[in-house]
């Protein structure tokens, strides 16, 4: 996935940068060097490494997903139930949530994904906000890599223009200084809202966020999406997400040197919605990136293989297409290029190694974990596993 500094676009989206029998060298957690089998284990520096094979299999960068929900809401409360949902964050402590976040992040390891973007987004509730940001910080690491978004949604429509004004008011003057100063988050993201009287609103949230020195998001799941792309595209943000309901028709030059949009063919898969023109969208020039946007009450897809798969399968994207999506334009989406979605030289070395032969495997499986192991800096946090009995005494008691 080696290339430009920028994100990817047009036919260069279809170019994972293939090097058959090729050969990485890591050393301290890092890509010392990487190219064809023959070159690398001739290397000085190679000659007392250990080698691990991965003859007969696919060794690629970690999935970066860059849209999930993990954080919110809590476990058993439908989406839309968000007083209760709320109340149960007020009873939990940033620990306790911390702790049921790893279960998930574990997970997403086992699959294959070494770096997420996690939202928050308690409807503006100050408390509940501060203790979800805390608990993402204390699971920053472990044990993959967790990139912050504070989510600020607004109010609906019906409780007035007094409402949303208010919620923006207090993120802008509180909320959003306070993030700068402890650090809790690297991304503001908002819902983006059709009524007109709420772009204002929106574009103030916006530019406040960005001077406080956090990356910018819109959140464009709903109507009149062409209006927030033209405003992304405005304000040079760092990504727009959703866009299932742009039109054909809308797609136009902005898109070419726009901001990154994450699409989330899982969305569909678990509402029936309708999905984004991602094909329309790539041929208009767009950077496109491919999250999960795992949430556990209604969209609990957190298998970054299987958004893959459903990319090629509902998208019409190519194999190639959808993995560059899904790796080093999702580092792009979250700003994390440095240190993640592809295998350079100084890069952290965070690698998947997949039981099958060829890539494009990956985009005609559905629901299996092709992962045979995962590495995050360097370190195997994962391996595949045989399936055998197992002593009662080895077992630890669950309760």
């Known amino acids: 996935m080696r290339g430009p500094a920028e994100a990817r676009r047009g036919a260069f989206l279809n170019d994972p940068g293939l090097i058959p029998d090729g050969s990485v060298l890591i050393r301290d957690g890092l890509v010392e ?6 070159r690398v284990e001739n290397l000085k520096a190679a000659r007392d490494a250990v080698e691990i094979s991965a003859a007969g299999r696919v060794v690629m960068p970690g999935f970066v997903d860059s849209h999930t929900h993990l954080a919110f809401p809590p476990p058993g409360w439908a989406h839309t139930d968000g007083v209760p949902a709320l109340n ?30 996690v939202k928050s987004g308690c409807g ?24 912050a978004t504070f989510l600020l949604a607004l109010p609906a429509p019906s409780e007035g223009p007094v409402p949303a004004e208010a919620a923006v008011e207090w993120a802008c003057a509180e909320f959003l200084p306070l993030l700068e100063r402890r650090r809790l988050a690297r991304f503001a993201d908002i819902e983006w809202s059709p009524v007109e009287s709420r772009h204002r ?28 792309a033209a405003l992304a595209s405005d304000l040079r943000i760092a990504g727009i997400d959703h866009l299932e309901q742009i039109a054909v028709a809308d797609l136009g030059r902005r898109f070419a040197s726009g901001p990154v949009i994450t699409l989330l063919p899982g ?36 298998n970054m293989q299987t958004v893959v798969a459903l990319a090629c399968r509902e998208l019409g994207m190519t194999p190639a297409e959808a993995l560059v999506a899904a790796t080093i334009n ?62 009662a005494e080895h077992l630890r008691r669950a309760w």
């Open 330 to 391: 999702g580092a792009h989406a979250v700003n994390r290029t440095a240190t993640a979605g592809s295998i350079e030289l100084g890069k952290p070395a965070d690698l998947v190694v997949l039981s099958v032969s060829d890539y494009r495997e990956l985009g005609h499986h559905s629901g299996m974990n092709l992962v045979h192991l995962t590495m995050k800096r360097g370190e195997f946090i994962y391996q595949e596993g045989d399936v055998a009995a197992l002593a």
């Open 124 to 147: 503006g509730e100050p408390r509940a906000e501060l203790k979800l940001l805390r608990a993402l910080s204390l699971v920053s690491r472990d044990p993959i890599d967790v990139v």
């Open 267 to 302: 969305q569909a898969f678990h509402t029936g919605s309708r999905q984004a023109p991602a094909r329309a969208l790539i041929e208009a020039g767009a950077a496109v990136a491919l999250g999960s946007n795992f949430n556990r009450s209604d969209s609990p897809m957190l």
């Open 33 to 38: 060097e990487v190219g064809p089998t023959r």
């Open 201 to 228: 609103l929106i574009r103030r949230y916006l530019e406040t966020a960005a001077r406080c020195g956090l990356g910018c998001r819109v959140h464009a799941d709903g109507d009149g999406p062409k209006v927030a």
């Open 88 to 117: 149960t964050v007020k009873r939990s402590s940033a620990k306790s949530i911390a702790n049921q976040m790893r279960r998930y992040l574990r997970a997403m390891a086992r699959h294959g994904t070494t770096t997420v973007e």
